[in-house]
């Protein structure tokens, strides 16, 4: 029950890369090779980004176990903060050394010159980014993986939509080609954003942003938060980063901006098999964090390795047919 909101929250993700790489790849092999290399530099920036909501996902499922909406409400607010914090601080460093990153794997001048503005334009909007990805990680917290579900469907709506008009230019906008994909990323998350922080202030959910708590930086608050956090980020950097390597290779072949755009594809593909993963991995987080705030070791335990079972069994099940 609540895997499968998460599960489908990803896929929904990840059906809208395959449709934007479709509508890239009408440009070319070059726009979809400026594409892949660019969004292996975005995963790897963007899970640095996450570990503080994975942190944040730990510690209100917690405070939830716990019976603590105050604790869970702080917890929440501090987690924006930081991101905030900490996406301004990246995005505005990363976009100084942005013209740098894509010449770094590859030489072709095309390929540079599509995929240079489609990293900016990701920079620039990371605050959005990240917000978003934070706002469903505490909702997942408190128990509540549908409403991300459908806040990642209204976010997947928009980037469609928006994506399609701006990179052909269609209704009197301008044709953006590959950056306008970009900024189809960055619309949808940025409406979702705003549309998710709304649903916290109203008071409806399990998890609320209360009045009596703050968005001041609180030390040892954050402390705790990236403390958590922290390790699960490097462990993301390093599963990331590794597609860094991958694409250098890649990049050193004799076709290497066709080869680079079939990679492309095919690690959007595997991306939906590894969804799932992820979606048991919120779940496991939450359902321990949760019997752990109500200092309950032994059903902390027993949530895990069941979680665990389960996401195995289903990898495999759902695995086997997608290699055939």
Request: hydrophobic share 50%; glycine share 10%; with cysteine.
């Amino acid at each position: 029950r609540l895997t499968l909101p998460v599960a489908l929250g990803g896929h929904a993700e990840s059906v809208v890369g395959m449709i934007q790489l479709f509508l890239v790849g009408l440009l070319g092999p070059a726009a979809l090779s400026a594409v892949g290399i660019s969004q292996a530099f975005n995963r790897v920036l963007f899970t640095a980004m996450m570990s503080i909501s994975r942190g944040a996902l730990t510690m209100v499922a917690q405070a939830i176990g716990a019976d603590s909406p105050e604790q869970a409400s702080a917890t929440a607010k501090q987690a924006f903060t930081l991101l905030f914090g900490f996406s301004i601080l990246f995005g505005v460093c990363s976009l100084a050394i942005s013209p740098f990153l894509i010449p770094s794997l590859t030489s072709d001048r095309e390929v540079i010159a599509l995929g240079t503005p489609y990293l900016q334009v990701f920079f620039a909007g990371m605050p959005f980014m990240t917000l978003n990805r934070a706002i469903a990680s505490c909702f997942q917290g408190s128990g509540d993986t549908r409403t991300p579900f459908f806040l990642a469907l209204f976010a997947s709506t928009v980037q469609i939509c928006t994506s399609y008009v701006l990179i052909f230019g269609h209704w009197g906008f301008p044709e953006l080609g590959v950056a306008g994909a970009a900024f189809g990323g960055f619309t949808g998350r940025a409406v979702s954003t705003l549309v998710g922080l709304t649903l916290l202030y109203s008071g409806r959910f399990s998890l609320k942003l209360l009045p009596s708590t703050s968005y001041r930086l609180n030390w040892a608050l954050a402390r705790r938060l990236l403390k958590i956090g922290v390790p699960s980020g490097i462990q993301g950097i390093l599963r990331n980063g590794s597609s860094l390597v991958y694409l250098k290779f890649i990049g050193m072949t004799a076709l290497s901006t066709t080869a680079v755009a079939a990679y492309t594809i095919g690690n959007q593909m595997e991306r939906i098999l590894r969804s799932n993963g992820l979606a048991f991995g919120t779940t496991a987080t939450a359902l321990v964090g949760q019997s752990l705030g109500a200092r309950d070791p032994d059903a902390a335990e027993r949530n895990g390795w069941m979680t665990l079972l389960i996401a195995v069994f289903t990898n495999v099940l759902l695995g086997v047919p997608a290699i055939l």
